[in-house]
């Protein structure tokens, strides 16, 4: 080690640079093993509109930059080589490639994140990173069903995603306030549950919620060219339809599966709500219809099924519920969430998926296969760990980027409490106290950024950068090689400029702080 520094973060495992550089010219072209073609591409066309130069993708070792295929590393594991004579970059899989070019692009400076030819690229500093990942659920969850995102907003995500080496993308579309997945057999889920007109609402509410008109919806065509656009950044997208609460959307959609049958309309306000899914075989057929196209849609294998917040008291208080109750053997009416849960994760696991649920599944009997996504602190972590289940980690203490990000008198109005910059950056993705044996079921975690008053896409960057680099660090690089001075440090001189470059509008580390 000399000293010098990359700047890259996340941080990768090894760094060895040394004194001189390497400038790229507009002669640069790159080659690649036959597996590692569409990440040499990938290089290639940022490049290419970064510089306005043709960087041709060839079939000979005397190209600048070379991929090669290393057996003996994992898939997302890759070594960068910068010499004199050029880049060569050995990576265990396409997604280590991928990981590659990432760091390069970093290497390169904000340039490299322009759209066209603006300035110079950064010399490369000459030397060797060496680089794996330390989790492999390295997750963000968007909640695009309070406020709606359209699509152009969640493919800027992803690219800032892939920017920071994050590789799990959870949809959250549909909640009480708006069902934003084209669903065919059930067209009024869109027509009727992805738009919110009214509002019955007194002057402070007024003041805290977007009691505006709102809505929007992915057609099946979006979300097909969502999941595209971001496997090939090797992001899986996981989707999430929110049952058997926060389903008034679909109820005003659908009004026959509320428990009481009335008309609802879509629901401006947030917060918990009594309106839950009637707990009948129709309901049932009609939930698990819309899941066989949400599985046709998103081929990777975790599907989201909620599961959180719902209270019981609908069904407890109704006649039929109560029958329906007794005629499953169950011990009272309140059992139907339990119930519903079961039969919503029984379809997917047979469907040959991975149910995804909210950490209050665990109230019931839950099924072994179901994926625990803890988000009450890390207790529900803990519990499921015991149990022997795959936890991801989400808790809501440090992982919800809907809160606040300072105490000072420039923050827009949050949800939650304070969650600074470097309080992210401590997090610990390992339950404290993990046994050893049991690490490895934990998958990894994710950043929740729920929108209830995140409007805007610029209010969404305001709360995911730079908490997303710190998240990034937390789930990537080794936690010896972690030290928050280091990474405030890179952040200012390397980092926050390529965001800028990009044109993410993250919260600037000393204001102003506009949204
Ligand atoms: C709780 S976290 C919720 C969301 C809200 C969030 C606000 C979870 C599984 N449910 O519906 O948006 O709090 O922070």
Partial sequence: ??????????????????????????????????????????????????????????????????????????????????????????????????????????????????????????????????????????GLMLDVARHFMPKNSVFRVIDAMALHKLNTLHLHLTDDQGWRVEIQRYPRLTEVGSWRTQSHMGAVEQAVFDTAPHGGFYTQDDIREIVAYA????????????????????????????????????????????????????????????????????PGRWIGIGGDEVPRVQWERDPHSQSRANELGLPDASSLYGWLLQQFAAHISSAGRVPVAWDEI????????????????????????????????????????DTFQSDGPDEPLPIGDLISLPQVYAFEVLPPGTPPELEEHVLGAQANVWTELLETQRRVDFNMFPRVCALAEALWSPREKRDYDDFEARLRRSHLPRLAALGIEYRPLDGPHPW
């Fill in 362 to 401: 665990l109230e019931i009997d839950v099924p072994d296969d179901v994926l625990v996504m803890s988000w009450r602190g890390y207790d529900g972590g803990v519990e499921a760990l015991w149990q022997g289940r795959d936890v991801v980690m989400s808790p809501n203490t440090v992982l919800y980027f």
């Fill in 1 to 138: 080690m000399t000293g010098k520094m990359s700047g890259l973060v996340p941080i990768p495992l090894v760094e060895e640079l040394q004194e001189g550089e390497l400038v790229l010219d507009s002669g640069v072209s790159v080659t690649a093993d036959a597996a590692m073609r569409a990440e040499a591409e990938w290089l290639a066309v940022v490049l290419r509109e970064s510089t306005g130069w043709t960087v041709p993708l060839v079939d000979s070792q005397d190209a600048l930059v070379r991929f090669e295929a290393d057996e003996d590393r994992g898939s997302e594991s890759y070594r960068l080589e910068i010499t004199q004579e050029g880049i060569i970059i050995a990576a265990g899989g396409p997604a280590g490639a991928l990981y590659a070019a990432q760091s390069l692009r970093q290497l390169l400076g904000p340039t490299a994140y322009r759209r066209a030819r603006v300035g110079a690229l950064d010399p490369l500093p000459l030397g060797v990173i060496e680089d794996e990942p330390r989790f492999r659920w390295r």
């Fill in 231 to 298: 496997g090939r950044l090797h992001i899986t997208v996981v989707p999430e339809i929110d049952v058997p609460g926060h389903v008034q959307a679909l109820l005003a959609a659908y009004p026959e599966h509320s428990v009481h049958g009335e008309q609802l309309p879509v629901r401006v306000r947030s917060g918990l709500n009594d309106n839950v899914l009637r707990a009948d075989e129709d309901t049932v057929r009609m939930v698990c219809e819309v899941f066989d196209e949400v599985m046709e849609l998103f």
